[in-house]
């Protein structure tokens, strides 16, 4: 390692009031995508004692539906394509709707299963989380590389599922502590 | 199987806070407690969302201008470098702050705090660096205020900062805080970065040759963002 390494300035949580500050991102981005690929994925971040987390801030990152990630300001708005945030209702709930991603290529012949990578802020987290979410019965679930270094009982909590009367609307919840606690991953 | 991506690059020990540190009391339901996992460096950790000059409005970088009155309070100049790991410049890196008025109220329904909020002052700003990953903004310095995580406490004055730099991983929420300022002692959420070095350098430092006599005081605050890897480091498990 480079001696010459500066150190990263330390986080700090969003406490109660990031509303004010992020919130005009919320809810902005390209609006004119294809219906036809678009889905919803919805859900609730709940804490320790499955009460809902009011207050917390969620941001998807996510590649098009060809697996590709768009690394540019792609919209006349200034908002780049793929990027989502989302704030958490009363009841701890989310929704959104988005393009849904395609199985993202590695270069050597593998394809990542496709998903989202997402940050959860809130009060009461110094640090931000970083988790992903998948998508019930994609094939590609089996050979992901990033699933298959989760153990088995554990992988199910970074799956969205969905209801099969409307293939379109995937369910996911996020647990910041307990039984089912999320996969979270280090930085 | 073996899996043979690179791993992404985790914190310097004590540089960063703890997720659960009980003295900041919503800590405790809100932190996970299963080990972290690993994750391998992919295409969606080395990409991340780049912003426009299109989404920044006027006045967006001077928060005692963005109503018909002039805000009240203690007019500030804070600005600063944003840089990654490795010393370079963050170019178009949006930043996003805000913050509590000089009356130390944010102007948010569920902050019931008994201190008068002001007409003239939203608390929120937002900007892009520069081609040097500068940035600069002009506020009104925050003060302090009582919050419920014990008795008697007090948050230090502070400006709460938002980040992107270079893809999705190097995303950073922060807060800056003033010199001198005698609540830091005293603040769990200051002092849950266990390293006095790294705590230190969330404190702005008053900046007189930046200062605008008989108008406004300056303060500077540099950022360091977590950087790209250095491809050299690729398979290198850490």
Known sequence: MSTQKMVPSGSQTVGPYFRIGLEDLVGKGPGNESALETIRIHGKVLDRDGAPVSDALLEFWRADSSGAYSDGVSHLNGHPVGFHRVGTEVDGSFSLTLIKPGATPLGDGRFQAPHMLVLVFARGLLRHLITRVYFDQDPT???????LEITAERRRTLIASFDPSDPQVYEWNIVLQGDNETVFFAW | MLIELPAVQTAIPGTQPDFYFPPYVSTIARS?????????????????????HEMIRKNDHDLTAQHEGEALGER???????????????RGALIEVWQANAAGRY?????????????????????LTDDEGRYFFKTIKPGPYPWGNHYNAWRPAHIHFSLFGAGILSRLVTQMYFPGDPLQPFDPIFNSIPDEGARQRLVSKLDMARSQPDYALAYAFDIVLRGSHDTSFEGAKR
Do not use: Y
């Open chain 2, 32 to 52: 996970p407690r299963m080990p972290l996992v690993l994750l391998p460096e992919t295409p969606t950790e080395r990409t991340g969302p780049v912003f426009g």
């Open chain 2, 76 to 90: 500030i100049v804070v600005h600063g470098r944003v840089r990654d790991e490795d010393g370079r410049p963050v």
């Open chain 1, 141 to 147: 679930l089996a050979v992901d590389p990033v699933l």
């Open chain 2, 107 to 127: 102007r948010h329904k569920v902050d019931g705090h008994d201190a008068p909020l002001d007409p003239n002052f939203s608390g929120a700003g937002r900007f």
